[in-house]
């Protein structure tokens, strides 16, 4: 079985500061993690993912992402927030078992604000 | 590349009918397909997988004989919402995956039930 928690559902951050969403996971089985962005009515748009390798995972438009095992984390970060920013972000897990299939599993979450 | 689409973008229909809403990989083949509901300013949920030429596997308390998933080829499943009610009104997304782990998103359906 597996879970997602993100911690806080919205957080407002100022342009130029630095943007951390929390996420941390729960898995039976070693996992796949995934960040995705949706803006408004719209799909899913994948923004960094870790399978095996390097924790320290770049992705697309500056952010970032650790895998920290022994703290079962995958934090988001971006250094600089710009205004496009803003949006709702997800964290996945996905099993690295394949006879498990590649569900993905959410968290609940959160929605990033940017002020000017 | 891995581009999904969905049609329609948006539907309003009425009570008691059923709606249909395509979901297709544009440029690769998709071995699984996933259909998530997603309320206003929530996670998504998945209902259902899909792999291509069997039956669906739904997730529980997913009504089976209400959404009716069909993945006929390897490019294309629907998903189809029959006698909707307005309890059923939501963001339909679906996710195509291919051997990877990885999903790709299609741009979701506002299906609006009056």
């Known amino acids: 079985a597996q879970s997602v928690t993100q911690l806080g559902s919205h957080v407002s951050v100022s342009e130029g500061a630095l943007v951390l969403l929390r996420c941390n996971y729960s898995s039976s089985v070693p996992p796949y993690l995934f960040w995705y962005v949706q803006y408004p009515n719209q799909g899913l748009q994948l923004l960094l993912k870790?399978?095996?390798?390097?924790?320290l995972v770049k992705g697309i438009n500056g952010f970032e992402a650790e895998f920290k095992k022994s703290e079962t984390s995958f934090h988001l970060t971006k250094p600089s927030a710009h205004m496009s920013d803003a949006a709702e972000y997800f964290c996945?897990?996905?099993?690295?078992?394949?006879?498990?299939?590649?569900?993905?599993?959410f968290g609940g979450g959160t929605r990033v604000l940017v002020k000017p | 590349g891995a581009v999904v689409s969905q049609h329609p973008s948006w539907v309003i229909c009425k009570s008691g009918t059923s709606v249909k809403i395509e979901c297709r990989s544009l440029?690769?083949?998709?071995?699984?397909m996933f259909w998530y509901r997603q309320f206003p300013k929530q996670s998504l949920m998945l209902m259902a997988t899909s792999n291509e030429g069997s039956k669906a596997t739904y997730e529980q308390g997913v009504e089976k004989d209400k959404f009716l998933i069909n993945h006929a080829s390897l490019t294309l499943s629907t998903l189809t919402v029959t006698s909707a009610h307005p309890e059923d009104s939501s963001f339909y997304i679906c996710?195509?995956?291919?051997?990877?782990?990885?999903?790709?998103f299609g741009p979701g359906t506002r299906l609006t039930v009056t």
């Open positions: 996710s195509a995956s291919t051997t990877s782990h990885e999903q790709y």
């Open positions: 440029d690769f083949q998709a071995t699984t």
């Open positions: 996945a897990v996905s099993p690295w078992v394949k006879a498990a299939g590649n569900k993905l599993t």
């Open positions: 870790y399978t095996t390798g390097a924790t």
